[in-house]
């Protein structure tokens, strides 16, 4: 499966330089030149690296790389920025950043870091997000708005089905099959009792609408 990258930089040149050039060499390329919807991209596509400017007109780009660190976003980051001195590059790295790359910089140079950390660390990512929804794949655990939530193994393992398939609508039946072990002596109705209680468990108060009902289908992780 082709990876996919996020650049981000208020340049057009230097946009359409990067989108071509990683295009080219295999990888599907999101193009922004702001922040504005850099959380929506991360929350809707699966991005395995991001490519960062640091000279933005409406956010220094390390702060929100910090910003976005701080709300659970764990993609990796390289930065691209004319900030070249010496104080620059380890700002950068202390804000949440995996690598840095100065301007003008070497197109085969660039390529090659971007491999490399693409290959080093999509063997180490265990985190699956959506929305403020954080499951590590190896403590079993998830988080809501960075707080840690107990769930029953029924629970996690039902709200993993959904964040594993967001925007997805998943009938009851579906949910029976690949939730429910022993699925053919369970009623629809346990599918029904059960969400009910995953509900309360991750939005006690009713206000983020994570799972919603489809009338007679099923239901939608949104």
């Known amino acids: 499966m082709k990876k996919t990258i996020l650049i981000v ?4 040149d230097i946009l359409d330089l990067l989108d071509y050039t990683l295009s ?3 990888y599907d390329v999101i193009p922004c030149v702001d922040t504005s919807n850099v959380r929506d991209i991360l929350d809707e596509e699966e991005i395995s ?9 409406s956010v220094e780009g390390s702060m929100f790389i910090e910003t976005i660190r701080q ?5 990796p980051v390289i930065y691209v920025s004319a900030k070249d001195l010496s104080e ?7 804000r949440g950043g995996d690598d840095y790359i100065t301007k ?8 090659a870091r971007v491999s490399a950390l693409i290959r080093r660390t999509s063997q180490t990512q265990d985190v699956i997000k959506h929305r403020d929804i954080l499951y590590n794949t190896s403590s079993k655990s998830f988080r809501v708005a960075n707080e840690p939530v107990k769930l029953t193994h029924l629970e996690s393992e039902l709200l993993l ?10 009938s009851r039946d579906t949910l029976l099959e690949r ?3 022993d699925s053919e002596n369970k009623q629809l109705k346990t599918v029904n009792v059960a969400i009910k209680r995953l509900k309360e468990s991750i939005d006690p108060k009713g206000e983020k609408n994570y799972i919603q009902a489809v009338r007679g289908e099923g239901y939608m992780f949104c």
């Open 9 to 12: 930089d208020d340049e057009e």
């Open 24 to 26: 080219s060499a295999g």
């Open 49 to 57: 690296l991001i490519l960062m400017d640091r000279n933005l007109p």
């Open 71 to 75: 709300e659970g976003y764990n993609q």
């Open 88 to 94: 620059n590059i380890v700002e950068g790295f202390e």
């Open 104 to 111: 003008p910089f070497n197109i085969a140079e660039l390529k």
């Open 161 to 170: 089905e959904f964040i594993k398939n967001p925007n997805v609508l998943l």
């Open 179 to 181: 939730v429910w072990e």
